[in-house]
């Protein structure tokens, strides 16, 4: 039987291995195969996959996107690819501007939210913009122009990006102008909670439906989660406040979502990330394979159902030998 070929552009970052480990863990393992597309030759991701492609990297001067694309989508092509997974956030942009030419061209499903879903939440400050006009709760947020409108103390980052790096609480007014010298295209927002108030929601949004949704508590070292619990104890405020945004955002598949609770036990998001999560592959120990359920959606097969489980998964390095 003809295998199902998937695609996943830069399938060696962290969401590609994720993207990754879910299809080999679901029962569509042994009727895919999986072509990655990279910007580096000998990558891990390349050796757990059928095929690769080495692209423009669109990062350097002088390449462009329209290479990016003419290229992928004539190895879409080449390999009868029908859905494509966008593993990175600097390819979100790009892909959600080209999402309808690669379908159009190739009949292969781009999973990417539109241009304005993308736009909303690759800006933080957008982001605010966006939860104000809809009535939702919000951290108050400030531009560079507006520092003595700032409450203390307070958080100051970067507009677009995600992860802590360039994440700093400051606690004066002075402190706040050091950090905005430092930092490129910053924003400033009120400081809400404390770590252990925070949390990370995905959803999986389609049809005007919220299809799937998890909860979790994450544990990060160098920006990056070590650890995730999934817990019947979650504010029970948080599910609500999500499904509001999503209604209201209509992400195309994955979204996932970062918040705090406030003094008075409200949700309140500061980062929207429009795509796979990083961790997607802790997800199917919970019960949730985000993959799987949209590559069986795409491709018209029975989706799977959730069964929640609760616990904690724990994030640890491999290490991976490649015989010369």
């Given at each position: 039987m003809k295998k199902t070929s998937i695609g996943i552009s830069a399938a060696d970052s962290i969401v590609g291995h994720g993207i990754i480990k879910s299809l080999k863990k679901s029962d569509l393992r042994d009727s895919i195969r999986i072509v990655c597309f990279e910007y580096f030759e000998g990558t891990v991701a390349s050796q757990w996959t059928e095929k690769t492609y080495m692209m423009p990297d669109i990062l350097k001067s002088g390449v462009s996107r329209e290479s990016y694309i003419e290229k992928l989508i004539s190895s879409i092509k080449a390999e009868d690819i029908k859905i494509l997974f966008v593993a990175i956030g600097f390819e979100l942009e790009m892909m959600a501007a080209s999402r309808d030419l690669i379908r159009k061209e190739t009949g292969c499903e781009v999973i990417v939210s539109s241009p304005e879903v993308i736009s909303i939440a690759e800006d933080k400050y957008e982001t605010f913009r966006f939860l104000k006009a809809n009535g939702l709760p919000y951290p108050l947020t400030w531009l560079p122009g507006e520092?003595?409108?700032?409450?203390?103390?307070?958080?100051?980052?970067?507009?677009?990006?995600?992860?802590?790096?360039?994440?700093?609480?400051?606690?004066?007014?002075?402190?706040?102008?050091?950090?905005?010298?430092?930092?490129?295209?910053?924003?400033?927002?009120?400081?809400?909670?404390?770590?252990?108030?925070?949390?990370?929601?995905?959803?999986?949004?389609?049809?005007?439906?919220?299809?799937?949704?998890?909860?979790?508590?994450?544990?990060?070292?160098?920006?990056?989660?070590?650890?995730?619990?999934?817990?019947?104890?979650?504010?029970?405020?948080?599910?609500?406040?999500?499904?509001?945004?999503?209604?209201?955002?209509?992400?195309?598949?994955?979204?996932?979502?970062?918040?705090?609770?406030?003094?008075?036990?409200?949700?309140?998001?500061?980062?929207?990330?429009?795509?796979?999560?990083?961790?997607?592959?802790?997800?199917?120990?919970?019960?949730?394979?985000?993959?799987?359920?949209?590559?069986?959606?795409?491709?018209?097969?029975?989706?799977?159902?959730?069964?929640?489980?609760?616990?904690?998964?724990?994030?640890?390095?491999?290490?991976?030998?490649?015989?010369?």
């Amino acid at each position: 039987m003809k295998k199902t070929s998937i695609g996943i552009s830069a399938a060696d970052s962290i969401v590609g291995h994720g993207i990754i480990k879910s299809l080999k863990k679901s029962d569509l393992r042994d009727s895919i195969r999986i072509v990655c597309f990279e910007y580096f030759e000998g990558t891990v991701a390349s050796q757990w996959t059928e095929k690769t492609y080495m692209m423009p990297d669109i990062l350097k001067s002088g390449v462009s996107r329209e290479s990016y694309i003419e290229k992928l989508i004539s190895s879409i092509k080449a390999e009868d690819i029908k859905i494509l997974f966008v593993a990175i956030g600097f390819e979100l942009e790009m892909m959600a501007a080209s999402r309808d030419l690669i379908r159009k061209e190739t009949g292969c499903e781009v999973i990417v939210s539109s241009p304005e879903v993308i736009s909303i939440a690759e800006d933080k400050y957008e982001t605010f913009r966006f939860l104000k006009a809809n009535g939702l709760p919000y951290p108050l947020t400030w531009l560079p122009g507006e520092i003595d409108k700032a409450i203390y103390p307070a958080i100051v980052k970067p507009r677009t990006g995600t992860g802590s790096k360039g994440v700093y609480v400051v606690n004066s007014k002075d402190e706040l102008l050091k950090r905005l010298s430092e930092i490129k295209n910053p924003v400033i927002q009120e400081n809400i909670g404390t770590k252990d108030d925070e949390y990370t929601c995905g959803v999986i949004y389609l049809d005007d439906e919220v299809k799937t949704y998890i909860c979790l508590k994450r544990y990060l070292k160098f920006g990056n989660t070590i650890s995730a619990y999934h817990s019947k104890n979650a504010p029970s405020t948080i599910r609500p406040y999500i499904e509001k945004i999503s209604h209201a955002l209509k992400p195309f598949g994955p979204c996932n979502f970062q918040l705090r609770i406030d003094k008075d036990g409200n949700p309140k998001l500061f980062e929207i990330n429009a795509r796979f999560s990083g961790t997607t592959s802790m997800r199917p120990y919970f019960g949730i394979n985000e993959s799987e359920y949209m590559v069986k959606h795409l491709l018209g097969m029975e989706v799977p159902a959730t069964s929640l489980k609760y616990g904690k998964v724990q994030r640890y390095q491999e290490d991976l030998f490649i015989q010369e």
